[in-house]
């Protein structure tokens, strides 16, 4: 009989970060041998909780979210019991896996953004239960509050599955052959920095391409960013896919001041996109792999490569993904954790 894997969030199948993760953890745990059912509060996804989803509310009736598991050999809950979203259905989740076989997936603990600071009852663990961070400053401070977890770092496929159709995206969006453009792969919420994507995109002379919605009650603040910039601007998702526009892109600009990891400067690798990249902590940890990102408080130096372009750069870049962050590494770290719990199939 083929075991089961059920993998829980606030919402999954979407375009945000821990969607786009935990559908490679996803394909993973198929490699591995199992079977898997998605569960979340919002998304296309096998069983549908409201209750589940960040700021639900009322969290699922405990029946509800024990009957949508209760056929899975394995959970893995992507950040539900990590980020308090939502603290009602975070400690109903813990509480329906106690004892289980269960791997906590965590990508932004509580004490990392200080408006959570005040939340210490996240993230729960059980002594049967597995943690793994995504980075190694996390999974250091899960230790340092009594929690041992492995670093698992997320995992990108070469070129996102695709390479993109960039042509088709500048025409759909009105982008002239001779026209730069900066793209900003995100949701615009406050700590994506979008002012200074755009004092950017500003500097190069660049169309501002802004693929996300506003979230986090930022629209009337990007409104007004937006109102202001002093060059083209343009917010809307891509017409296709997000590898079109990578595909359309001249650069790609990621000025966060934090992330939990940050997907789009691997992600511009992988479609050979020049990145500049905000410096926060996570990113540091990743630079220090060797990849060659542009600063985004100072625009020359993207400016001079945009003028003189150096493939060996991008190369450098693209290989460097394939070698640390490739789809093969995570289902083999996976797979190694798995099996040291004796939760294989």
Request: proline share 9%; hydrophobic share 50%; net charge negative.
């Amino acid at each position: 009989m083929t075991a089961t894997a059920a993998l829980v969030s606030f919402r999954l199948a979407g375009s945000d970060g821990v969607s786009v993760v935990a559908a490679s953890w996803q394909r993973a745990l198929a490699t591995l041998g199992f079977a898997t059912v998605t569960v979340a509060g919002e998304g296309p996804v096998d069983h549908r909780l409201p209750g589940l989803a960040a700021g639900a509310v009322e969290p699922p009736a405990a029946g509800e979210a024990a009957a949508a598991l209760a056929d899975a050999d394995l959970v893995v809950v992507e950040n539900l019991c990590t980020i308090p979203l939502n603290l009602p259905a975070a400690r109903l989740v813990a509480a329906t896996l106690r004892a289980r076989p269960a791997v906590l997936h965590h990508h932004d603990p509580p004490w990392q953004r200080a408006r959570w600071a005040y939340v210490t009852e996240l993230p729960p663990t059980d002594p049967v239960w597995r943690h793994v961070a995504n980075n190694d400053l996390t999974r250091r401070q899960l230790a340092a509050r009594g929690i041992a977890a492995v670093t698992i770092h997320n995992a990108f496929e070469a070129a996102g599955g695709g390479p993109g159709d960039g042509r088709a995206a500048r025409a759909a969006i009105g982008a002239g052959a001779g026209e730069r453009l900066v793209v900003h792969p995100v949701r615009a919420i406050p700590r994506k920095d979008v002012p200074a994507a755009v004092r950017l995109a500003e500097a190069l002379g660049a169309t501002y391409w802004l693929l996300g919605p506003a979230e986090d009650g930022y629209a009337d603040e990007l409104a007004r960013v937006l109102a202001g910039a002093r060059t083209r601007v343009i917010h809307a998702p891509p017409p296709g896919s997000v590898a079109d526009a990578y595909a359309a892109a001249d650069a790609v600009v990621f000025p966060s001041t934090w992330e939990g990891f940050g997907n789009p400067p691997l992600e511009a690798a992988l479609h050979r996109r020049p990145v500049a990249v905000g410096p926060y902590p996570v990113a540091e940890e990743l630079r220090a792999l060797g990849f060659a990102w542009f600063p985004t408080d100072d625009p020359a130096p993207l400016a001079r490569f945009l003028d003189h372009p150096d493939p060996a750069l991008l190369e450098a870049n693209y290989a460097l993904v394939r070698q640390h962050f490739c789809q093969a590494r995570l289902v083999e770290r996976l797979g190694a954790l798995l099996g040291a719990a004796g939760w294989l199939p």
